[in-house]
Nanobody
């Protein structure tokens, strides 16, 4: 069984920074991509940033230039550095691991979510 454990959420003032971490553990041979999604109250879950095992990245337009995703493949860990935070970034942030393979079996996994609140 694979688990994703997130950390780093919290309350921050507008213009501040937070760093989210997500570590995958369990029987893992490879992970194709890891990413962060977010869901604000009353809205659909949306992609924030994603990074592949080859370090290709993509970002939501709303966070480009402010957020940076990075990954430590050896530790199966993904990070999201969030700078210049805005109130509209307030949401529950979910870690996602895409095509996690153990032997010949591959699945996608989600973390439990971590709250990020941007408010003065």
């Amino acid at each position: 069984q694979v688990q994703l454990v997130e950390s780093g959420g919290g309350l921050v003032q507008p213009g501040g920074s937070l760093r989210l971490s997500c570590a995958a553990s369990g029987s893992i041979f490879s992970i194709y991509a890891m990413g962060w999604y977010r869901q604000a109250p009353g809205k659909q879950r949306e992609l924030v940033a994603r990074i592949t095992s080859g370090s290709s990245t993509n970002y939501a337009d709303s966070v480009k230039g402010r957020f940076t995703i990075s990954r430590d493949n050896a530790k199966n860990t993904v990070y999201l550095q969030m700078n210049s935070l805005k109130p509209e970034d307030t949401a529950v942030y979910y870690c996602n691991a895409e095509r996690v393979c153990s032997g010949y079996v591959c699945n996608d996994y989600w973390g439990q979510g971590t709250q990020v609140t941007v408010s003065s």
